[in-house]
């Protein structure tokens, strides 16, 4: 089992940045892939970014070149940089792991918002 929790979220204003960090507990030494998705009312859940354990990436089109994704092995944490905001970009963006056995653990969320 993985624990994911996610945290960094809030409001920030149309241009602005903020951080968003995921971090794994549990059995760690399983982790395979770090994605980032959100989810804006009244829409499907979308990926966002990925990271897998050979440290290649993966984003959506909406956010490349706006969005970065890193991986701290030693900490088990993945972060999103998010920079130049749009109000599209709010959603509760939430963090999936998946093992290597192909299980998906999800965390609980974190709201962000961005006003125009």
């Known amino acids: 089992q993985v624990q994911v929790v996610e945290s960094g979220g809030g409001l920030v204003q149309t241009g602005g940045s903020l951080r968003l960090s995921c971090a794994a507990s549990?059995?760690?030494?399983?982790?395979?892939?770090y994605g980032w998705y959100r989810q804006a009312p009244g829409k499907q859940r979308e990926l966002v970014a990925s990271?897998?354990?050979?440290?290649?990436?993966n984003f959506a089109d909406g956010v490349k070149g706006r969005f970065t994704i890193s991986r701290d092995y030693a900490k088990n944490t993945v972060y999103l940089q998010m920079n130049r905001l749009k109000p599209e970009d709010t959603a509760v963006y939430y963090c999936?792991?998946?093992?290597?056995?192909?299980?998906?653990?999800w965390g609980q969320g974190t709201q962000v918002t961005v006003s125009s």
């Open positions: 549990g059995s760690t030494v399983s982790i395979d892939e």
């Open positions: 990271v897998n354990s050979g440290s290649s990436t």
């Open positions: 999936r792991i998946t093992s290597r056995y192909r299980n998906y653990y």
